[in-house]
């Protein structure tokens, strides 16, 4: 076979190998850069509209979309694309912080269970068994009828919700550790039970509490979106997109671009947080990764 001919061969299979990387990871790739873009452009917001989202200029109320406004305006004039930009950032902050805080929680409660055992193990678990006979939006509503509506008591709702979920993976992993060899020579060097939880426990946990985090955010933003848009979840004059819902169903038959367009941002990047959730457990998990090499 001459040089050129092999040069030819490998191009075709170099060519070849990319194109199957990229087909296996398609999943990886699209939902990355579509929760990427969707971060980029919520929170550089001023970067991509002059608008101001709580400005209302009651003469231009109820414009269609157009090139001037990308998305139109509402029913007090306010630029629609300014607000879905910044309400983004109340939802992503709270989608982000509420599973944040469930997860802190959560691996708290169940890593303590499995460590110590015996009677607090009962203790928390029948706790968290009785939380999760609850639906986790009936126990967001309670808590934030309690505490009141601001951001902070929205994100505490959100993640007190989320907690026993977390509680009961963290039991599982840590149970499966627990016994290990690292562990009983922790111990046996003299390392106290935090430092062994934190510094031993805790690293062989974290790729699935991250799988599972990714999931749960996308429910974490519904969650928020469910609440603002039944009234008591952000209120004016801050904005989320379950706000920018709520006032928009009003107009649904006249004006439906006012609810779809925000409800199409919750779509998007819910969707794309499950699927991002989905291709990096597929990565995580050893026998899939050998499937998508």
């Not at 919750?266 to 050998?290: E, F, K, Y």
Request: net charge positive; with cysteine; glycine share 10%.
């Amino acid at each position: 076979m001459n040089p050129a001919t092999t040069t030819l061969v490998a191009t075709s299979l170099g060519r070849a190998k990319r194109g199957s990387w990229l087909r296996k990871h398609a999943a990886l790739i699209v939902s990355g850069a579509l929760f990427i873009a969707i971060l980029v452009v919520t929170v550089g917001a001023p970067l991509f509209t002059s608008f101001d989202p709580t400005r209302a200029t009651v003469t231009q109320r109820f414009q269609a979309p157009s090139s001037e406004r990308i998305f139109g305006t509402d029913h007090l004039g306010r630029d629609l694309f300014s607000r879905v930009l910044y309400g983004g950032r109340i939802s992503l902050l709270v989608g982000a912080s509420s599973t944040l805080f469930g997860l802190v929680l959560g691996f708290a409660l169940g890593a303590t269970a499995a460590y110590v055992g015996g009677a607090v193990d009962n203790l928390i678990m029948r706790f968290v068994d009785l939380v999760l006979i609850f639906p986790y939006l009936l126990i967001a509503i309670l808590i934030v009828s309690i505490l009141g509506f601001s951001v902070q008591n929205v994100i505490i709702a959100i993640g007190l919700s989320a907690f026993p979920g977390y509680a009961r993976l963290a039991r599982g992993l840590v149970l499966g550790l627990v016994e290990n060899d690292f562990v009983v020579a922790a111990k046996g060097l003299g390392a106290n039970d935090l430092r062994i939880v934190i510094m031993h426990i805790l690293p062989n946990c974290v790729s699935t509490l991250v799988v599972y985090s990714s999931l749960y955010f996308g429910r974490a933003i519904l969650a928020e979106a469910g609440l603002s848009f039944i009234g008591l979840g952000i209120q004016p004059p801050d904005a989320s997109w379950g706000v920018l819902v709520a006032d928009g169903k009003r107009y649904l038959r006249t004006f439906p671009y006012l609810a779809l367009l925000p409800g199409f941002a919750v779509m998007l990047t819910v969707l794309s947080a499950n699927i991002l959730g989905d291709a990096i457990r597929d990565r995580l998990d050893p026998r899939l990764a050998r499937q998508l090499r």
